[in-house]
T-cell receptor
Framework: DSGVTQTPKHLITATGQRVTLRCSPRSGDLSVYWYQQSLDQGLQFLIQYYNGEERAKGNILERFSAQQFPDLHSELNLSSLELGDSALYFC?????????????FGPGTRLTVL | QQQVKQSPQSLIVQKGGISIINCAYENTAFDYFPWYQQFPGKGPALLIAIRPDVSEKKEGRFTISFNKSAKQFSLHIMDSQPGDSATYFCAASVGSGSARQLTFGSGTQLTVLP
């Protein structure tokens, strides 16, 4: 158990809908990262927040957005869902952002878009 | 330039054998190179990591070899065990200030036969 929690574990929804994925980082970790894992794209970095502020952005679609709240938990919002958004979404956290700061991954949320 | 290329895609090894997974990168700004292990239904977990100023790091049966001039690094699993059967991802980390992101290789599915 990494100490990172994600809810829900599974999510099934329809095209065009909007969903929110939630992540609670390890106690004391200020940085939260979101990743998407799909069969064709592998593990892709989406976005990083540090102490409430967006710090790095990867291959995140404009239909997706995220935020980190004062209690450091984070939410990833996915809207206008398409079939291709079906994937595993992982949250990770780290105490800092220096080189060598280990990222601890949560168990993931499996999103299925029908 | 952000890409990390990983090979092979899959690997089958007999128990007790050596498993070798290779990765290559282009971006010389990467400053940390972790390997992650992922079991089905779980999030990736850090296995071992190396900085670019070190040519080799060993932890138990796991060794990273790093060749900075060739921009290549590899994971060696000695005395491979059936419990090592998992998907392995190399990654490369880059950051500035409080921003940091991981770029993952495409993954290697390792099967260790009993």
């Amino acid at each position: 158990d990494s100490g990172v929690t994600q809810t829900p574990k599974h999510l099934i929804t329809a095209t065009g809908q909007r969903v929110t994925l939630r992540c609670s980082p390890r106690s004391g970790d200020l940085s939260v990262y979101w990743y998407q894992q799909s069969l064709d794209q592998g593990l892709q970095f989406l976005i990083q927040y540090y102490n409430g502020e967006e710090r790095a952005k990867g291959n995140i679609l404009e239909r997706f957005s995220a935020q980190q709240f004062p209690d450091l938990h984070s939410e990833l919002n996915l809207s206008s869902l398409e079939l291709g958004d079906s994937a595993l979404y992982f949250c990770a956290s780290s105490v800092g952002t220096l080189s060598g700061s280990e990222q601890f991954f949560g168990p993931g949320t499996r999103l299925t878009v029908l | 330039q952000q890409q990390v290329k990983q090979s092979p895609q899959s690997l089958i090894v007999q128990k007790g054998g050596i498993s070798i997974i290779n990765c290559a990168y282009e971006n010389t700004a990467f400053d940390y190179f972790p390997w992650y292990q992922q079991f089905p239904g779980k999030g990736p977990a850090l296995l071992i990591a190396i900085r670019p100023d070190v040519s080799e790091k060993k932890e138990g049966r796991f060794t990273i070899s790093f060749n900075k001039s060739a921009k290549q690094f590899s994971l060696h699993i000695m005395d491979s065990q059936p419990g090592d059967s998992a998907t392995y991802f190399c990654a490369a980390s880059v950051g500035s200030g409080s921003a940091r992101q991981l770029t993952f290789g495409s993954g290697t599915q390792l099967t260790v036969l009993p």
